[in-house]
């Protein structure tokens, strides 16, 4: 089994920052690629970051220059630094992670039960 628990959301004044942090945990050989999808009232879940084992990142472009995604391989954890919040930032944030449970089992991805950011004045 596998889990992935995030931390970190709430209400937040335009502008402002929070951070969303996210660790796995579980039956862990390795983990891929890790990263951060949101999902507004109404609409799909679209990608927001995502980080390889190797540190390459990929950012949205409504995002980019604003936050920033890491990793500690480590301790298994992700990540994502949000800066200068907008309204449109609103959204449940879920964090995601390939894991490989052992090492003759394949690659699955996990998702966490999701985070929700508000950003309101």
């Known amino acids: 089994q596998v889990q992935l628990v995030e931390s970190g959301g709430g209400l937040v004044q335009p502008g402002g920052s929070l951070r969303l942090s996210c660790a796995v945990s579980?039956?862990?050989?390795?983990?891929?690629?890790m990263g951060w999808y949101r999902q507004a009232p109404g609409k799909q879940r679209d990608l927001v970051a995502t980080?390889?084992?190797?540190?390459?990142?990929n950012t949205a472009d409504s995002v980019k220059g604003r936050f920033t995604i890491s990793r500690d391989n480590a301790q298994n954890t992700v990540s994502l630094q949000m800066n200068n919040l907008k309204p449109e930032d609103t959204a449940v944030y879920y964090c995601?992670?390939?894991?490989?449970?052992?090492?003759?089992?394949?690659?699955?991805?996990?998702w966490g039960q999701g985070t929700q950011v508000a950003v309101s004045s």
């Open positions: 980080i390889t084992s190797g540190g390459f990142t």
């Open positions: 995601y992670a390939e894991v490989k449970s052992k090492a003759y089992l394949p690659t699955r991805p996990y």
């Open positions: 579980g039956s862990i050989f390795s983990i891929n690629g």
